[in-house]
């Protein structure tokens, strides 16, 4: 695959969004904190391990110095990555992620290297717009996510700190 645009995102799984966005603030000065619910209200074409599947997650985003984008993610319901990665390693590091120009070009790419699809969904954004999809990667122990970002995002749930 041709290289990957700059990765911009680092993702932990957490078993608490609410006390992790607090604890990483307290700790690392991370914030502020924005977090959305998505799953089947707001997610089409959802996929795990290959076939449709339904999910829920809450996730919550920060930057640190407008160059790295944090992600806290909890998963709630239904399959996942993140509830499979909670019940074999508990909460941790968990994928590193990149925006890409062209979702459906990046992805066939990586298809085309032999990345391993995980999990993708699409729709996420204010107008429907916005995907992601995690892969595994030949020889490299962690996830990688393609994320095309949604021109508008729906308006957060909670800011933290307000």
Do not use: C
């Amino acid at each position: 695959m041709e290289r990957f645009p700059q990765f911009k995102q680092i993702a932990f799984v957490v078993e608490d969004l609410d006390e992790a966005v607090r604890s990483f603030h307290a700790n690392f000065g991370i914030g502020p904190w924005r977090a959305w619910s998505l799953g089947p209200h707001n997610l089409r074409e959802m996929v795990y391990g290959g076939a449709p599947a339904e999910f829920a997650f809450r996730h919550a985003l920060a930057w640190q110095n407008d160059q790295v984008q944090f992600e806290l993610v909890q998963p709630l319901t239904g399959p996942s990555i993140f509830a499979d990665h909670l019940k074999r390693h508990g909460p941790g590091l968990h994928h590193l992620g990149t925006y890409v120009a062209d979702h459906a070009a990046a992805v066939r790419a990586a298809l085309h290297e032999g990345y391993e699809p995980l999990q993708s969904a699409r729709g996420f954004g204010a107008e429907g717009d916005g995907a992601f999809a995690y892969f595994t990667a030949p020889g490299v122990p962690t996830v990688v996510e393609l994320i095309d970002a949604p021109r508008v995002r729906i308006p957060p749930e909670f800011e933290y700190p307000a």
